[in-house]
């Protein structure tokens, strides 16, 4: 596997700030906690004032996404069938969606533990993968391109399509995010 400390059934809650200065009081939290055979990852989004809410599989696949901006129902409600195929609750197939096996929020580094604590890596190889990119301002999804190479066995480089920028981030025991120079640091 990857070599990474499996998580308690009781659950563990993360908590990132900002580094930019203009956004710096902003945090992105997530809790996670088991049940069902999968996790339920809670979370935040300071900069967007979102919340989000992530169903994983036991071998850390995503299964359904909900965004909630301003209203008590869902803004955005989408499920796989875990073979890379999306649609909105409501039935309507998300072609353009086609192949994804990662969803990517900008102002979290939560979602790029998802696939460090999934993919099978040895130390200097890589995975590229289809991810769809959520602009929670607009809802918009993009079908993005992301590299995931494990430098050692606690820094990961990530590069997107879309931002075109590469970031090596540090993970702890459990494969998550401690720090994202220039976007994120951890609170513990």
């Known amino acids: 596997m990857n070599g990474y400390q499996s998580l308690s059934a009781s659950g563990h809650t993360l908590a ?48 359904q996404c909900l965004v909630f901006r301003d209203l008590e129902d869902p803004d955005l409600w989408l499920g796989t069938d875990t073979h890379g195929r999306w649609g909105e609750m409501n039935g309507a197939h998300r072609t353009e969606l086609d192949g994804c096996t990662d969803i990517d929020f900008v102002n979290t580094p939560f979602t790029n533990c998802i696939p460090i604590r999934r993919l099978p890596l040895v130390v200097g190889h890589s995975a590229t993968l289809s991810v ?8 918009g999804i993009t079908k993005q391109t992301h590299q995931y190479t494990k430098v050692s066995q606690n820094i990961w480089r990530f590069t997107s399509s879309y931002s075109n920028c590469e970031v090596e981030a540090t993970v702890d025991e459990f494969g998550f995010v401690r720090d994202e120079p220039i976007n994120f640091r951890r609170l513990d």
């Open 16 to 63: 990132w700030q900002y580094v930019a200065p203009e956004i710096n009081s902003a945090t992105s939290q997530v809790k996670l906690r088991w049940e069902n055979e999968g996790w339920t990852a809670e979370g935040t989004l300071g900069v967007d004032n979102a919340q989000f809410v992530l169903r994983i599989s036991a071998g850390w696949t995503i299964q």
């Open 132 to 139: 769809a990119v959520i602009d929670i301002e607009t809802l």
